[in-house]
């Protein structure tokens, strides 16, 4: 349903600009409607945008006459398959990084506080200038997204002054 969805959506072209994410917008909720919460990790966005001839290509594949969305919809599953398999290894990798899914459970973050923890895991430790040069922050703001992740004791502190870092727990 979410496939025929999307290519629905696409064929009528019903704006001047933004159809496609209408239909990935459109997707994403059939998808939840069906049963899947996908906590807002999952995006079909980075696939098609990998390869963004392919995806039109596979649009293309649907004949007109017949209405034949064998290769489209098989397109638009490996789509989804390749996006849960992204997210399963990023879940898989915080889990693994983040040891405190085993001492208290999971942890709920939102977007902008898994970019901070995906960051660290990248590079070790992040600054307040990190975190307010990523999102465009004032300091206030920055430090309110800090003091979360250390209230969720994701987060720890490290050196003082101007060389103060945070690292994960």
Not at 3 to 28: C, K, Q, S, W
Not at 33 to 54: E, Q, V
Not at 65 to 78: H, K, R, S
Not at 130 to 139: E, G, H, V
């Amino acid at each position: 349903m979410a496939g025929l969805t999307h290519y629905e959506m696409v064929r009528i072209h019903p704006f001047i600009d933004g159809n496609g994410r209408t239909a990935r917008i459109m997707v994403t909720l059939v998808l939840y409607k069906r049963g899947f919460d996908l906590k807002r990790f999952f995006a079909l966005d980075d696939y098609y945008d990998h390869d963004r001839p392919a995806y039109y290509a596979a649009l293309q594949t649907v004949d007109p006459e017949t209405i034949d969305v064998t290769e489209w919809l098989e397109y638009f599953t490996d789509g989804v398959s390749d996006s849960m398999k992204t997210v399963r290894e990023k879940v898989l990798g915080l889990s693994k990084d983040v040891k405190i899914l085993k001492e208290r459970g999971q942890v709920a973050l939102n977007d902008r506080q898994m970019r901070i923890v995906e960051f660290i895991i990248k590079k070790g430790k992040i600054t307040n200038r990190d975190i307010r040069s990523m999102f465009n922050l004032s300091n206030r703001a920055a430090l309110d997204e800090i003091y979360k992740l250390m209230d969720l004791n994701v987060l720890k502190q490290e050196g003082s002054g101007h060389s103060v870092h945070y690292i994960l727990v």
